[in-house]
């Protein structure tokens, strides 16, 4: 397994060793010694799969009071994957970082508590699936505009496409305009 160290602090790259053969392949999507080896002690709570076209983009999405640290990979497909810290006191608040996540690389992302966090689809189709630290509370899912301007998450959008958002993610606030209370981010 490998760790690939990203600029925001603690959000981390993790390749994982695949066995292959004639036959396929084989490798450990998660395992508790070696990934809390890498520095990621959390259990995990729920596990969750979507699928989606080319074209969709879900986010950016987070939880106030009941933060999730993700896990998360793509089983079939490819997609760009993106992190926004909003860590209150991190030196890299409100920065984004992303990378592609495919089925053939079978790379992962750790996303620590406190991130925001979306996917654009590459590929015709995509499985992306991902482990959680807390529970889904939909009465606290909170989601920041997919384009916001202050973030500039750089979205390999092809000219001319249209994009695929839910209305909640249509509707998503600036990121200037999120509050966090005292018992949040």
Partial sequence: MQIIETPIQGLLEIQPKVFGDKRGFFLETWQKKRYEEAGIHYQFVQDNRSFSSRGTLRGLHFQKRFPQGKLVSVIFGEV??????????????????????????????????????????????????????????????????????????????????????????????????????????
């Fill in 80 to 185: 760009f994957d993106v992190a926004v810290d909003l860590r209150r006191g991190s030196n890299t608040y409100g920065n984004w970082f992303g990378l592609v996540l495919s089925a053939e690389k079978c790379n992962q992302l750790w996303i620590p508590p406190g991130f925001a966090h979306g996917f654009y689809v590459l590929s015709e189709t995509a499985f992306f699936e991902y482990k959680c630290t807390d529970y889904y509370h939909p009465e606290d899912e909170a989601g920041i505009l997919w384009n916001d301007k202050d973030i500039g998450v750089d979205w390999p959008i092809p000219p001319a496409s249209t994009v695929l958002l839910s209305e909640k993610d249509r509707n998503g606030l600036p990121f200037k305009e999120i509050s966090f209370s005292e018992n949040t981010l």
